[in-house]
Nanobody, 124 residues
Framework: QVQLVESGGGLVQAGGSLRLSCAAS????????MGWYRQAPGKQRELVAA???????NYADSVKGRFTISSDNAKNMVYLQMNSLEPEDTAVYYC??????????????????WGQGTQVTVSS
């Protein structure tokens, strides 16, 4: 089992920045890809950023150039730096982990572990 605990959400004005953190613990040897999903009210959960154990990153088009995902393998941490935030970024953000990037992209069908979620609210 793997436990994921997010932190760093909150309320910010448009144009501001936030950094989300995800602490992983447990049987993390089985994990090769981690990422951040978000879900806004009335919308499907979407993958916004992912990082593999090899350091490759992928981003949704809507956040490219504004969000940066990174990891600290020594600390078993994954971060999401969010800059130039927009009201459309308002959502619950979930840390996710899977055995591969391909599985991570599948959402509920492929993600092995989810965090509890952290709320990000961007005011206009």
């Amino acid at each position: 089992q793997v436990q994921l605990v997010e932190s760093g959400g909150g309320l910010v004005q448009a144009g501001g920045s936030l950094r989300l953190s995800c602490a992983a613990s447990g049987s993390i040897f089985s994990i090769n890809a981690m990422g951040w999903y978000r879900q806004a009210p009335g919308k499907q959960r979407e993958l916004v950023a992912a990082i593999t154990s090899g350091g490759s990153t992928n981003y949704a088009d809507s956040v490219k150039g504004r969000f940066t995902i990174s990891s600290d393998n020594a600390k078993n941490m994954v971060y999401l730096q969010m800059n130039s935030l927009e009201p459309e970024d308002t959502a619950v953000y979930y840390c996710a982990a899977a055995w591969s990037y391909g599985a991570l992209r599948l959402g509920a069908q492929g993600v092995d572990y989810w965090g509890q979620g952290t709320q990000v609210t961007v005011s206009s």
